[in-house]
C-alpha cells in the first residue's frame, strides 16, 4: 500500500457484496468502503468516536464524518471512498 500503509483486515459491516477494508501504518488506520451492489446505501461502521475525514475515489475531499453511536455512516456505491481520522 502508499505510504507505507499494508492491508490489516476486512470489516464485516452486514452484507457480503459491501467492502470496508482497513490499512495499517504504525497506529495509524485507513479505510477504502464500496459496494458491489448496483444501488449505492448507507452502512455503518462500527469505530471509535472521532472525526474522519473523507475522500472521493477521484482524490477530491468529501468532507468529514463523526462517528456517532453505531459508528461511522457512510453511504457506498461502485466507487470507493477513503477515509480517516482527521487530525
Same mark, same amino acid.
Request: hydrophobic share 35%; charged share 25%; aromatic share 12%.
Given at each position: 500500500?502508499?505510504?507505507?500503509?499494508?492491508?490489516?483486515?476486512?470489516?464485516?459491516?452486514?452484507?457480503?457484496?459491501?467492502?470496508?477494508?482497513?490499512?495499517?501504518?504504525?497506529?495509524?488506520?485507513?479505510?477504502?468502503?464500496?459496494?458491489?451492489?448496483?444501488?449505492?446505501?448507507?452502512?455503518?461502521?462500527?469505530?471509535?468516536?472521532?472525526?474522519? *475525514?473523507?475522500?472521493?475515489?477521484?482524490?477530491? &475531499? =468529501?468532507?468529514? %464524518?463523526?462517528? +456517532? *453511536?453505531?459508528?461511522?455512516?457512510?453511504?457506498? &456505491? =461502485?466507487?470507493? %471512498?477513503?477515509? +480517516? *481520522?482527521?487530525?
Amino acid at each position: 500500500m502508499h505510504n507505507g500503509y499494508v492491508y490489516e483486515e476486512r470489516l464485516a459491516v452486514g452484507r457480503d457484496d459491501d467492502y470496508v477494508l482497513v490499512f495499517k501504518n504504525s497506529g495509524d488506520r485507513r479505510f477504502a468502503a464500496w459496494t458491489a451492489s448496483t444501488t449505492a446505501h448507507r452502512i455503518d461502521i462500527h469505530m471509535d468516536k472521532g472525526e474522519f *475525514r473523507v475522500v472521493r475515489h477521484t482524490g477530491e &475531499s =468529501a468532507g468529514s %464524518v463523526s462517528s +456517532g *453511536r453505531f459508528g461511522v455512516s457512510i453511504e457506498v &456505491s =461502485a466507487q470507493p %471512498v477513503y477515509f +480517516g *481520522r482527521a487530525k
